[in-house]
Structure formats: structure tokens, C-alpha cells
């Protein structure tokens, strides 16, 4: 298979799942996201492996890296700061401003914790330590 | 400030007019890796490098030349 026939196949499994998810929001059944999105995963990874092309190498992950690290330092800022506002907006009142907020700043703390944590694993297997 | 460069191009058309794809095939890599190799956008790992350098049956000196 080639990789353009394959990524006609992407788009279409995409929007299939899309619709199925629309759907199950709209009509209140919270079951069927989760099995769509891991059928439509299995789904795509068994057609993936029929595709004779090299579609993934080293250039690929490098500018994957440098695009996930970026979006990590914009998203970090940007939601922390985002995060304190509207916690302080909304403190004396406990609206939603807070609610949201709160989300938010726990949000970029996971993120931080998961980065931070994923930091140490390869740092140490990348330096040769034991 | 350090550069690499390469005589992918060149080589490729000295041996046998080899297309990008083919290249890209032989070394284990895309073809959009290829252009950005030959355009200087991207520098290759070594063992791209050396991948590179054994499809176009040369040593990696004549592939890549290092300016420092």
C-alpha cells in the first residue's frame, strides 16, 4: 500500500470516528467514545504496517521533538498564567472563573510533573550513568 | 559558526542519475529527507550518514564535508 493511499484511508477512518463521536455526545451515550477511538487506532495501526514506504525516520522525530517542546513552554506559560488569573478572579466567589482556572493550573501542573518525570528516565539513559 | 556540508546531489547523478526516492529507499529514509539534505536544511545523524554514504558506494568524507 502506498502511503498516500493510506493517508486517504487516515482521513476517512478520521472522519467516520468524528461522526460516531458527534453523535454519541448529541445523543448522550457516553460508552461509545473510548471503543470507537481504540478501534479506529487498531484499525489505522493495521493498515499502517501494509504501507511499503519509509513514512517515519530520524527527521520526522527531530522536528516532532522541537514542536512538542515548544508547545510545552507556550501551553505551560500560557495556561499557568491563564490559570492564576482567573482562580484570583474568581476566588471570593467560587464561580465557574475558578473552577476553570483551577483546571487549568492543575493541568500544566500534571504536564510539568509528567515532562519533568520523562526528563529523568531519559537523562539517565541517556548518560551513560547506572 | 561550524557547517556540514554534502555532495548528495552530485553523487546521486554520478551514479546512474539515482532519483531522490531511490536514495531515500536505499538509506532508510523519506524522500522529503533527502531534499532537505540536499537543500542544507537538515544535517543527518551519523548512522544516516553512513547510510547514505554505502547507497551511493562512497566513503562518508566524500558525502559530507565538515567546516569548522
Redesign the interface.
Known sequence: MSFKRFTLIRILIIIIMAGLISWAITSGNAWIPIPVIIAALIILLLFRRRVREVVVDERVYSTAEKASFFALRVFGIAAAVIGVTLVTLGWQSSSDLYKIGLTLAFSVCGLVLIYYIAHIYYNRKYSGKK | MARINNQIRRLRFENGEMTQEEL??RA???R??II?LEQGK?V??I??AFKIARALSVSLEEVFQYEG
Open positions: 531515500a529507499q532508510g529514509c523519506t522529503q529527507t532537505a537538515y543527518p545523524s548512522e544516516l
